[in-house]
């Protein structure tokens, strides 16, 4: 049997916070850094049921939140990120399998482009979504923090 053989890709559900922060603070080292509010992984829950919350998706294993993929669309482009994977099950095509999902749901609202970034030092990242079509765009990712976050 497949390792990915149990799984399950669906719409997130309240009930799932508490796994869903533990995957992100193991997958993104940055969420610990309290120094950095905006990484705040409670704050990028709620902002995202406030904002498509349909387009929020957890891959489920044998009753486990084993990854993650958040979606969006502006009406011009769709953009895909916090995509992960327990360190256990990576290797095993549930990245894949998420963002072959994000893709597809993106499709079905009529989203022409998905972009998505990936810090630079990040080569083995990049190398996934490359072996997945994903090409760099000729364009500088510029950044402004608003607010409390500046």
């Given amino acids: 049997m497949s390792n990915a053989a149990s799984l399950s890709i669906r719409v997130f559900a309240a009930a799932d916070t508490d796994a869903v922060i ?4 193991e997958a993104f080292p940055e969420y610990r850094d309290a120094t950095r509010p905006q990484r705040n992984p409670h704050l990028s829950i709620r902002n995202k049921l406030a904002t498509q919350p349909e387009l929020f998706f957890v891959a489920v294993k044998d009753g486990r939140v084993v990854g993650t993929v958040m979606a969006g669309y502006d009406g011009h482009r769709g953009w895909m990120y916090s995509l992960a994977v327990c360190s256990r099950e990576r290797r095993h095509g549930i990245g894949t399998q998420l963002v072959r999902h994000a893709e597809a749901a993106l499709t079905v609202i009529g989203c022409p482009k998905v972009n998505l970034q990936v810090l630079s030092a990040k080569e083995d990242v990049r190398g996934f979504y490359e072996a997945l ?5 000729a364009v500088i990712s510029l950044g402004k923090r608003l607010g409390e976050f500046a």
Avoid: I, K, N, P
């Fill in 22 to 25: 533990a995957l992100w603070l």
């Fill in 133 to 137: 079509g994903y090409r760099a765009d």
